[in-house]
């Protein structure tokens, strides 16, 4: 067998794949290329003679599936939409992904952007650069003091909107680690995890009225796109603050702006915007009350370390004759 690995792996990972197959290790990172048209993507695979192709990004569809002739495929993604399983099941190919590789370095972001938002971190690091904090006199002093006054996530309610895997990881964060107050609006909530962080489970309209901190970890659906409305950022309190790590989608991205712009609320922590990753020249990046990151939230070495091994153990598990965890089309396996 062989290998084309486009994803970002490891070392471990690749000397796992190495057991029962050669392989091309072409990081998309390093190579800054990923594989949109199908057509260029079947002439690679092709060209490598690749029974195996393990990806991030590049799109796995069904033409891709049909004219090449795959044995393995996996996305090292939560969700790879990248990739046709539907076809891959048809002719019988599994398909691995990584679920909650990310989860973590999500969460750990999500609760860097509250304190870097609530400290004043990122308005004092700009003025210090910027050279606007020059000491005098102790009238300079105490100015400034005054204007970095910041606020502690202990003594604040902050509310979770999605009690998914990554809204369960703030909530626990935020809860063991700061002693925060946690409210949580998800109309599916798993109440084991609402107990585990003592989650009080409210509605939409309490939760943004009540919270010191709104943040938003659901996934983009028919029923959550646009969930979050112009009224509902209007019932935000004026010293609160929004944090959005999962997808703008879930937003009005124009009644955000309004209400920063306006200063009717402290502030925000985006790390998505509509038009994604956000650039430099952005409208957000004109509001001194915004702390933003162009979509970095998975972006660590701990996630890479995670899914080159959770998808070569997987790979390893299925060509050893034993039952994979990540397989997203287990029918398969019967077949085999």
């Not at 969700?79 to 909650?100: C, L, M, Q, R, Y």
């Not at 005054?146 to 935020?174: C, D, M, P, Q, T």
Request: hydrophobic share 40%.
């Amino acid at each position: 067998m062989k290998a084309f690995v486009t994803a970002d792996f490891d070392d471990y990972g690749l000397q796992l794949l190495k057991k029962h197959m050669d392989y091309v290790y072409e990081n998309w990172r390093d190579t800054q290329k990923i594989y949109f048209d199908e057509n260029e993507f079947i002439k690679k695979i092709k060209s490598i003679e690749a029974d195996v192709v393990i990806v991030e990004a590049d799109f796995v569809t069904k033409n891709v599936i049909e004219q090449c002739d795959l044995k393995i495929i996996a996305s090292c993604r939560d969700d790879p939409w990248n990739v046709d399983i539907k076809t891959a099941t048809e002719k019988g190919i599994p398909v691995f992904s990584a679920p909650h590789r990310n989860t973590p370095a999500v969460a750990d972001l999500t609760v860097a952007l509250m304190l870097c938002a609530t400290r004043n971190i990122m308005k004092a690091d700009r003025l210090l650069r910027g050279g606007k904090i020059i000491y005098k006199n102790e009238s300079d002093f105490l100015k400034n003091f005054n204007l970095f006054k910041g606020v502690e996530l202990g003594s604040k309610k902050v509310g979770i909107i999605g009690l998914g895997s990554i809204g369960f990881e703030v909530a626990k964060r935020l809860r063991n680690g700061f002693g925060a107050e946690v409210l949580v609006y998800d109309p599916y909530v798993n109440e084991d995890r609402l107990n585990e962080v003592n989650g009080k489970s409210v509605d939409l309209e309490t939760l943004m009225r009540e919270s010191d901190i709104v943040t938003v970890h659901a996934k983009v659906t028919e029923e959550t796109k646009g969930m979050i409305k112009k009224k509902h950022f209007e019932m935000m309190k004026k010293t609160a603050y929004f944090i959005n790590t999962a997808r703008a989608a879930i937003t009005e991205e124009d009644a955000l702006f309004e209400i920063l712009r306006d200063k009717k609320i402290a502030g925000a922590g985006l790390d998505v915007f509509i038009k994604d990753p956000i650039e430099s020249g952005d409208r957000f990046l004109t509001l001194d009350n915004v702390i933003a990151t162009p979509h970095i939230g998975g972006n660590t070495i701990d996630t890479v370390r995670r899914q080159s091994k959770m998808i070569a153990e997987d790979i390893d598990a299925y060509l050893s004759g034993k039952e994979p965890k990540y397989i997203l089309n287990k029918d398969v396996l019967k077949e085999t």
